[in-house]
Structures are given as C-alpha cells and as structure tokens.
Antibody, heavy 120, light 111 residues
C-alpha cells in the first residue's frame, strides 16, 4: 500500500534553515508528481510546492518562492523540501503528498506530517 | 481570506443530509479547473474524498458526492454519521495566482 513518511521537522530560529524529507513506498515513485502542503496550528491547508515526476519542473506558492526548494531523488524514493530564511509564519505541520492530475493537480495520498516550529 | 470561500461550520443530525459550498471566481472554479475535496478527521492527515468535481476514490462511501456549477462547487453528505464529524476542504487551481488553492475549511458537527 502507498506509504509516505515525513521527517526532519523541529524547532528552528527565525532566519534559520531546515530540510524536510519524505520517504515513499508502495508505488512507482518516479511515475508521480509530488507535493508539499502545510497547515499552521489551528488553521487551514496551504499548498506549498509541486515537483514533476522527473524533477525538472517545480511550482511554488508565492509565500515561499525564493526561500524554499523542492527536490527529489527517484533512486531513493525520496522527496525533499529545503527551507531557508524561515519566518514565524512558516510554523506549521508539513505534509508530503502524491499528486494526480484532473484538470489541475490534486493529492490522493498524504503522509502523517512533520511539525516545523520557527521561534527564538 | 481564502480564494475559495467555504462556510466555517455546518451541522446536522444523524441520518440527515448536509451540503458544504465552495465559492470561487472566474480565475479558478469558473475557469473550468476541477474541484477536489478532502476530509480531515481530528488529529489526522487530510484524506482525499472527491476528485475531479464528482469522482470518489475507491473506499469512499457513496454517501459522499460532489458537484460543480459556474463558479462554485458543493459537497453533499447523506445519511450523516457520527464518524463524519471532521473538517472538509475544497481545492482547485487559480490562474491569477498561478498556484493551487484551498478553501478555508468547514467544520462539520454531527448533533
């Protein structure tokens, strides 16, 4: 069965960096676009980034463009999110998800999430 | 303020039917981008409920249905059950933002 397991979250100072990872299993990872979505404490969902199946096309939300970088390693069935210049408003649970297409992308399987807290 | 507008809360008694609206604009739902719905049970990750406006993934009961018209979409839940108590989110693509957007979420309470 499809499994997505995020790791790498934690407490970081404002202006600091963090790298999230997502280990995928149960499907042919290199066939699918992948995404990161976040949810601030007590708030709704916010799309962060998508990456194409071969990693040559990336999309970012305006709120993270220029600070976050999505990447993947298809040989290791892994998805990454490099987060730099972190701000308090980046505090959230970060979910990785498998993307599908239907006149726009949607996410059919989600991981359990990893919490990122940006605070001094 | 979310690009897609949902009511903050809805409620219904067991067995009843409820609907959750998702109102967009000409740059997202009205531009014929599909709408997708997610269910988030308390303390858990979101789960895909409806994709492509009206399609249910395998395993989702047919009590859940989706529809779309002009610049809005709706999620209907019939035969309401206590286990349906959750937050529900709609999602689509917005061409003005060149990105994917979620509604603000609707909390469903089963009375």
């Amino acid at each position: 069965q499809v499994q997505l397991v995020e790791s790498g979250g934690g407490l970081v100072n404002p202006g600091g960096s963090l790298r999230l990872s997502c280990a995928a299993s149960g499907f042919t990872f290199s066939d699918y676009y992948m995404s990161w979505i976040r949810q601030a404490p007590g708030k709704g969902l916010e799309w962060v980034s998508y990456i194409s199946n071969i990693g040559n096309t990336m999309y970012y939300a305006d709120s993270v463009r220029g600070r976050f970088t999505i990447s993947r390693d298809n040989a290791k069935n892994s998805l990454f999110l490099q987060m730099d210049s972190l701000r308090a408003e980046d505090t959230a649970v970060y979910y990785c998800a498998r993307a599908r297409y239907s006149s726009g992308y949607y996410d059919d399987y989600w991981g359990q999430g990893t919490l990122v807290t940006v605070s001094s | 303020q979310s690009v897609l507008t949902q009511p903050p809360s809805v409620s219904g008694a067991p067995g009843q039917r409820v609907t959750i609206s998702c109102t967009g604009s000409s740059s997202n739902i009205g531009a014929r981008y599909d709408v997708h719905w997610y269910q988030q049970l308390p303390g858990t990750a979101p789960k895909l409920l409806i994709y492509g406006n009206a399609n249910r993934p395998s395993g989702v009961p047919d009590r859940f249905s989706g529809s779309k018209s002009d610049t809005s979409a709706s999620l209907a839940i019939t035969g309401l059950q206590a286990e349906d108590e959750a937050d529900y989110y709609c999602q689509s693509y917005d061409s003005s933002l060149s990105g994917w957007v979620f509604g603000g979420g609707t909390k469903l309470t089963v009375l």
